[in-house]
């Protein structure tokens, strides 16, 4: 049974995809950010937002595509159970003690369908911006005038080859 004076539950949007590092013993690592806002408005009339990182540990045994963790994205809403750890250790012969908020548990507080269309629409962003990156760079079969030799028309593009060090 967990602590019942060191638990917490943190509501928020996730800053980006959770990052997963895989430990030599076959665990993982998750480290995610969630945006939770605070519960009152400053001066301007704005409600501000801390980022709060969080890390959890997905056992061995278990299959990471199956936890909870491999289906949450950038930008949806979660509830994050949490306790805090307080980890010691020595480095350079001082003491740093480091508070950390472990995920205990997370829970999905907007349908499966919005999800979804947040991802279709990260999906039609990224691949808008992929078009317009390959737009931007010349045709492949246009040679760069910086790349023909002094004395070859454009076009040519055998004597180019022939400038070249290595074959056809």
Known sequence: ?????????????????????????????????????????NRAGERLADAIPLETFINKDA?????????????????????????????????????????????FLESRQTVQNRLAQRVNAAEQSNREAQAAVAPAGAASPALVPAGVAAGDSSAVQDELPFGN
Not at 8 to 27: C, H, M, Q, Y
Not at 66 to 93: C, F, I, M, Q, S
Request: without cysteine; glycine residues 8%.
């Open 63 to 107: 299959n990471f595509e199956a936890t909870p963790y491999a289906n949450v994205h950038k930008g949806d809403l979660v509830a994050v159970g949490t306790e805090l750890r307080l980890n010691e250790y020595e480095r350079d012969g001082e003491t740093v003690r480091d508070l950390k908020v472990i995920a205990t548990g997370i829970t």
């Open 1 to 41: 049974m967990s602590n019942v004076a060191n638990n917490g539950t943190i509501i928020g949007r996730l800053a980006r995809d959770p990052k997963v590092f895989p430990n030599e013993d076959g665990s993982a690592k998750v480290v995610f950010t969630v945006f939770a806002n605070r519960n009152y408005k």
